[in-house]
């Protein structure tokens, strides 16, 4: 697992680690969800979201911890339940303090299945996020018919939005339907302090990507803000 901070900007501070897979050699996530298949989805699933506990329970961080979860690894619920709970007993690590961010980037199979493994996880305290929102398959309908705690905005739609006024456009929507919804938005791959400033604008003030700090392995990275100050 490598880590990266999803930071607020305007308190300076760390809102969350988000838990990210890498390979033992270093290798991007890409290379070994490309071998995630039917077969073994929910068993790496599950390895995942105990490896991720398990680095939280070793590193402490002063925060909330963000797992990915896959859309389609839900299968017993209530075993898959009692799995992360007896985790987080173990490394003393509250519930309150986990985010489960469900990835889109796969068509989900079973709507009303997820659905209900949703609600079940808040009923424990584990915030619920929609990650890659804008990018993926679910979107509008997912948002439709739950509402999460956080909204994560696909890097796709925020690169370059200091100058891009359609995207600024959206955004701005967006963030007014978020509002009205009692969601909080988080911008992902925000690399420009341009960029971050525009997000700021638009009320947006959690924040993640390389301005701030690189995914580390096994490790919390320092959290860099403008004029190089860390904290």
Known sequence: MAFQPIVDVVKKTAFAHEALVRGQDGSAASEILAAVDESNRNAFNQLCRVTALEWAGRLRPPSRLSINFMPNAVYELDTCMQATMAVA??????????IFEVNEQEAISDFEHLLVALRSYRAQGILIAIDDFGAAYSGLNLLAEFQPDLL??????????????P?????????????ELGVQVVAEGVETTDDSHALCDLGIALQQGYLFARPQIEALPALHFEQGAAA
């Open 152 to 165: 994560k905005l696909d890097l796709a739609l925020i690169k370059g939005i200091a100058v891009d006024r």
């Open 89 to 98: 007993r173990r490394v003393d690590w509250p519930l309150t303090r986990i």
């Open 167 to 179: 995207r600024r456009a959206i955004i701005r929507h967006t963030v007014s339907m978020c509002e």
